[in-house]
């Protein structure tokens, strides 16, 4: 599994244990919701700054989508 898969399948999981839908998730991140479900599918890779904003919305340490 390479690196971009374990935090595409880390930040679902993540967003699911939380109880949020990508709507709530990409607003608290401010990022937009399609945005969003295209790092969940592992289409796109992320900034270091979108990590950081989706771990505030998440309320994790950004170390948990590499876990």
């Not at 374990?6 to 109880?19: A, D, I, P, Q």
């Not at 295209?38 to 950004?62: I, K």
Request: charged share 25%; with cysteine.
């Amino acid at each position: 599994m390479d690196l971009m898969e374990t935090v595409s399948r880390n930040l679902r999981r993540l967003r699911h244990e939380k109880g949020l839908s990508q709507e709530e998730l990409a607003g608290r991140a401010e990022i937009s919701a399609r945005y969003l479900g295209d790092l969940e599918r592992g289409q796109y890779s992320c900034t270091v700054t979108v990590l950081g904003q989706l771990a505030n919305g998440l309320g994790v340490h950004p170390a948990d989508f590499f876990a």
